[in-house]
């Protein structure tokens, strides 16, 4: 039964090219970021005083920075940061928002006023601010970044498994299972959550596009990742004073970006598109 | 350490040196500057001359960009830079600096000194006026001194006036002080802003409406100030040394120095202090170099790592001297500064009488710096590549302020140096008042790197001697010497210049022996100017000394339209 998902979930989605793409250049960067030691032709730290702002070059493909490090390795190494981000902060925001969303949806009640008038009271934070004033507190690490990012980004999240289990809930194998004594954790999490998944599969997806993003944003700013780690972010502070003399230290970083949250947000539609029933039939 | 300001040389403006905003800032005060080492590169000095361009003529607007916004505009109230370049172009003190850096008269037409040196009388000029029409008298400075001293004005420059024995105004245009030890750098303490007894006597000074709309003696009119934006001034048609030539000088609020390099290009400003990349690498076509000058020479200012002296590993002076030897000064200053510097050795500027040249240096020397901390008990126990002691790796965090590439860029050479000596260091960069007040002033931190600027009297009581270690004193470190206390105190009770030196000189060595700052460089002020202002001449101390004597021939005035229009 459920390889027979895969199969049909496989036929859907390899008709649809944009998420074939998107899926091909998200499988590229994982393959860039986890071979980064093999692949990047120089330390992303070493300073090189001698070659400062160089264009690229064949030593160089992609130029140096100000401090004469190589821009293609930085960015190579920076690669595992935004991936790392992506993945840490949305596991955490999809562990987060399944839990609460499934008690709200599962209990109703008193249980779900309170929660979702939490969510609500979450939202009305603007994000970008509340992860500033968290990070002005806490030492700016990568580590907190991530928790932050996570920890204020799991209300859509919560939502969207609180709908999906609302109607879930109701349906015949759910009853059969209560009416056999089953556990309420175990009808949570044997029968309903795994059928609420597949809205969850493609907000994560999106979300990590979304985390890539806030995370470039918080190192832009100088608040994010720090020196000498390099991220995408910071690179591109680097090349905003130097825009004028070194056009390359802005741009690649910025492609870099452009590329990978588009990449991820492709996936992310192709996904639906292949799983949700109601898209499909929307279509015709 | 205590810092002139520029344009008014204050020489009692004691500023925390915002860096960020430092570069900046001396663009445009660009005026501190010692002869003696003026370069040779000086070549982009402007060929103009006054008589070559047509005579001087009224007119035009000067608009200079900053990456600082004021914080108050009653001098005595602010420390950071802006508050005091725009001040100091609407206030006088007693004294000032002339363009040779010698103390002359300014609101005081003469002043004599006691041959004890004790005793100073100071004869105002008798046709000043406030902006607001209220005469200038001496009941104004002495209202400026009581002010100064009274334990309830939050200023920082007090230290100098509680000097003061005795302030008296003995008749409306004569003001005597007494002092009762002798104080060297009494006569320029005179340089502070003196305020409009007539608007705050008898009020509450923080609570006064002049922190927002000023009112002074000085060639230039406060007009308005909008927040994050400009503050405009225009010309005072009474100033007692006459009106200047430009209309208007207004200040913009530009807080990021690759925007306000493009709004120069685009004429948005005339004038700002370029960043070492801009000046080496950007402005160096035809085009440029003929709409604008450019300027070059060394800032009264050294930018410095200082160590938190109540950390126990800094405690040792081995593992300073060790941290000293592992960083190469040459490669920051060719890094980072694009070899527009020098390297600093001390608190003091090379070449001015009160610098010793002769102190212990600290060549790059990674090899020494290993053997040190191996002496003192550093070893990589655990094989990770950091040194560790009982246990405890070798980590630190270096904090600095935001908004000052140089220093973030010159933290990172650091970082990879002491990497290699085995020593981990982490970086943090911090927005500029949480820096001051959550981590310099509460001693919060391991090590920073900061500048000081550097005063044309080398009095360092403040910055060094060991009772100004109370948070929010600036000897922030917590260096503690009794040697060095001795010879501050010496040093001020002095007229004697060769005694002074000798005094000044010995503290140096003492500093560069116990490394309680590792000195890294004394940049190169960097200032540019709109092709079209003529008169600009540039000298020891820097360039706007003579604003006033600014001008731009009629055929080249842009601005004039905009004058009607206010």
């Known amino acids: ?284 | 350490m205590p810092y002139n300001t520029p344009l008014d040389m204050k020489v009692l403006a004691r500023i925390w040196e915002i860096s960020g905003r430092m570069l900046l800032v001396w663009g445009v005060l660009a005026l501190i500057s010692c002869p003696a080492c003026s370069r040779p590169e000086d070549s982009s000095k402007p060929p103009e001359r006054p008589a070559e361009s047509g005579p001087p003529c009224y007119g035009d607007t000067l608009i200079t960009g900053s990456i600082g916004e004021p914080s108050n505009l009653i001098p005595i109230l602010a420390s950071d830079s802006p508050s005091h370049e725009v001040a100091g172009l609407i206030y006088n003190g007693l004294v000032k600096y002339d363009k040779d850096l010698k103390l002359v008269g300014d609101l005081a037409e003469s002043f004599e000194v006691s041959k004890s040196g004790l005793v100073i009388t100071f004869h105002l000029r008798k046709n000043v006026t406030w902006h607001d029409g209220q005469p200038f008298t001496a009941a104004d400075v002495l209202f400026t001194y009581k002010t100064m001293v009274d334990p309830h004005t939050p200023t920082a420059y007090a230290e100098d006036f509680l000097q003061v024995e005795r302030a008296e105004a003995t008749d409306p245009y004569t003001f005597r002080v007494t002092y009762k030890k002798p104080f060297a750098p009494a006569l320029a303490s005179w340089g502070i802003s003196i305020l409009p007894r007539h608007l705050l006597e008898g009020r509450d000074i923080m609570k006064s409406p002049l922190a927002r709309h000023p009112v002074g003696t000085g060639p230039f009119i406060f007009k308005e100030w909008k927040a994050g934006e400009k503050v405009v001034l225009t010309y005072n048609p009474d100033y007692f040394e006459g009106r200047p030539y430009i209309d208007r000088y207004i200040y913009r609020i530009i807080p990021d120095s690759a925007t306000m390099f493009m709004e120069l290009k685009a004429g948005g400003i005339d004038n700002m202090g370029l960043t070492p990349l801009q000046y080496a690498r950007q402005t160096e076509y035809r085009k440029f170099k003929e709409n604008f000058n450019k300027y070059r020479y060394p800032a009264f200012a050294y930018t410095y790592l200082g160590f938190n002296l109540e950390d126990e590993r800094f405690k040792d002076r081995r593992v300073r001297q060790a941290v000293s030897y592992a960083i190469d000064r040459g490669e920051i200053i060719e890094g980072v500064l694009l070899g527009l510097g020098q390297e600093a050795t001390g608190p003091y500027k090379p070449g001015t009488w009160a610098y010793n040249p002769n102190v212990k240096q600290y060549p790059y020397d990674p090899v020494k710096a290993r053997k040190i901390l191996q002496e003192v008990g550093w070893r990589d126990a655990d094989g990770d590549g950091i040194l560790d002691k009982d246990g405890i790796p070798f980590r630190f965090t270096i904090i600095t302020n935001q908004g000052n590439d140089i220093r973030a860029r010159t933290a990172e050479i650091i970082q990879r140096r002491l990497k290699e000596v085995g020593i981990e260091v982490k970086i943090r960069i911090i927005e500029w008042a949480a820096f001051i007040k959550e981590f310099i002033e509460k001693k919060t931190f391991e090590a920073t790197i900061l500048g000081w600027t550097i005063t044309q009297d080398p009095d360092i009581y403040d910055v060094w001697h060991s009772s100004k270690t109370k948070p929010g004193e600036l000897n922030f470190v917590s260096y503690r010497n009794t040697e060095v206390d001795a010879l501050l105190e010496k040093g001020r009770r002095t007229f004697n210049q060769e005694e002074r030196r000798k005094t000044y000189w010995r503290i140096q060595e003492i500093l560069a022996e116990e490394v309680p700052y590792v000195f890294l460089y004394v940049p190169d002020a960097l200032p540019v100017v709109q092709a079209r202002f003529k008169g600009i001449e540039p000298a020891a101390a820097g360039i706007t000394y003579n604003l006033i004597k600014w001008y731009v021939p009629k055929a080249e005035q842009r601005h004039n339209k905009l004058k009607a229009d206010s």
Request: proline share 5%; with cysteine; net charge positive.
């Open chain 1, 1 to 284: 039964m459920k390889r027979a998902l895969a199969k049909e979930f496989w036929r859907r989605f390899k008709c649809h090219r944009l998420g074939l793409t998107g899926a091909m250049v998200v499988l590229l960067l994982f393959i860039v970021s986890l071979a980064a030691p093999v692949l990047s032709p120089y330390d992303p730290s070493y300073i090189d005083i001698k070659s400062i702002l160089e264009p690229p070059s064949y030593e160089h493909p992609l130029g140096t920075d100000q401090l004469g490090r190589d821009v293609l390795s930085r960015i190579i190494w920076g690669g595992r940061i935004s991936l790392m981000v992506g993945f840490v902060a949305v596991g955490i925001a999809t562990v987060v928002g399944v839990f609460l969303g499934a008690m709200a949806g599962y209990y109703a009640g008193y249980v779900d006023t309170i929660i979702m008038r939490f969510v609500d009271i979450m939202l009305c934070f603007p994000t970008f601010f509340l992860i500033l004033a968290v990070v002005a507190l806490l030492e700016p690490s990568i580590w907190n970044i991530m928790v932050v990012i996570g920890a204020t980004g799991w209300m859509g999240m919560a939502r969207l498994i609180r709908a999906e289990i609302l109607s879930v809930k109701e349906r015949d194998y759910v009853l059969a299972a209560r009416a056999l004594g089953a556990s309420h954790a175990r009808i949570i999490w044997r029968h309903i959550i795994p059928n609420a998944m597949a809205p969850v599969l493609v907000a994560a997806t999106l979300g990590v596009a979304a985390a890539i993003l806030t995370e470039s944003a918080l190192s832009f700013l100088g608040i994010g990742v720090q020196p000498p780690t390099p991220s995408w972010g910071n690179i591109l502070t680097a090349g905003k004073d130097s825009i004028e003399v070194a056009w390359w230290l802005s741009f690649y970083p910025g492609m870099a970006i452009l590329i990978t949250v588009l990449g991820y947000n492709l996936l992310g539609e192709g996904i639906r598109d292949a799983i949700d029933p109601r898209l499909r039939e929307g279509r015709g």
